[in-house]
Structures are given as C-alpha cells and as structure tokens.
C-alpha cells in the first residue's frame, strides 16, 4: 500500500500460547500457540491483511511464525523469518512465574517493575532489542522503498522496545508505552521528520489476551 511517500510498520504481536495463559516468562523458549492463540491469529489475520502490507517479516520463534502464516494466507505474501525480532532474552527467567521471578529474583524483579531497563536473569536488556529489532524493521522498509508497509510479527516486550526506540525514547520511559495484547499491533509511520506512533495496542482478537511483556 502507497499512500504519498510515508512508509509505515505494524507491529503485531504474536497469538496467546498456554504459557501466556498460565503467567510464564517465555523470553526466547519456543512455546506454541494455543487453541485460542490460533483464533487470534486467523481473525488478526482478516483486519491485518486490509492494510495491504507490502512484505511480512516475523521473529522466527513458532509462536510467531505461525502467526505470521495466517496472514500470509490473507495476503498471499511470503513470510521472511529474522531472529532480530525475537523476544528479549530472559535467561534464568525463561520458563518461571511472576511469583517465582519474584521470589528468586527480588531486587532485578523489583527494579523491573520501576521501568528500570536491567538486565533479567542475566539476559538482555530493552534497549538492546530495541537495537536489534529496530534495525531489521528499518532493513527492510529502506528495502521495499518509499511509500511501502511492512509487517513485523514479532512479541510484546520486543515491540514496546521498537517502538521506543524508534521514538527515541529513553529506555528507562518505555514502561509508559502499554504492553500489546496477544494478535494487537501498533503503527508507526516515518512522516520526513521523524517517526510518529499513530495506533497502539489496536484490534480486537477473540475472547481474552494477555498484555504481559515476555510472556
């Protein structure tokens, strides 16, 4: 989709999995949707693809991917994988509750839940991903040229790290951005000056979603 010369991303977050459901860090461990995360992901799918996105790149994690294919099967677009737009990494966090992250990790925890971007069971921190996701994402619009959307599917923690990033936000601020839902995006467009967030956390997926970074 053309509209002038202003380039624009989605940033859609993938569809629930049952670790989503049941309040665990998955960082960069592979859990798979859930029966109500492929919902999310067909219906996300049908408002995503009247958008009219030019490419779909996508974290490589198969929560994601196997987003990204259901609107690959609206779109008729092919779906490129790219790790830059995988989830933080958590570390010795992946895999616990937020009762046991708090628990093991009282001070990182806590300075976690101030906005303080500290590094989580010795993983990365935000405005590391927002490095590395933000720099596939402008990869690939300097690649399909002015004008063009591009769709990045990717996980909440990594999108709310993009978008500050690419709002030049300090990272210890991105907590002021809130958490996308699961199959919600946000749009960023490049309007010659600067990049400007026009929707956040929009969409509607079916039944409940959770909004939790890394999880």
Known sequence: MTTGRVRRVILLRHGRTEWNATGRFQGQLDAPLDVMGKAQAVAAAVAVAEMQPDAIVSSDLGRTADTAAAVAAETDLEVFLDPRLREIVLGAWQGL???????????????????????????????????????????????????????????????????????????????????????????????????????????????EETGDDAR
């Open 97 to 207: 509750t937020r009762a046991e992250g708090r628990t093991r990790f009282p001070s990182s925890y806590a300075g976690g839940l101030a906005g303080d971007d500290r590094r989580r069971g010795d993983g990365e921190t935000y405005a590391e991903v927002g490095a590395r996701a933000s720099e596939c994402v402008i990869e690939w619009l300097d690649r399909l040229g002015p004008g063009a959307t591009l769709l990045a599917v990717t996980h909440g923690g990594t999108a709310r790290a993009t978008i500050g990033t690419m709002l030049n936000l300090d990272a210890d601020l991105y907590w002021r951005l809130s958490p996308l839902g699961n199959c919600r995006w946000s749009m960023l467009a490049d309007i010659g000056r600067g990049w400007r967030l026009e929707e956040h956390n929009a969409g509607s997926p079916p039944a």
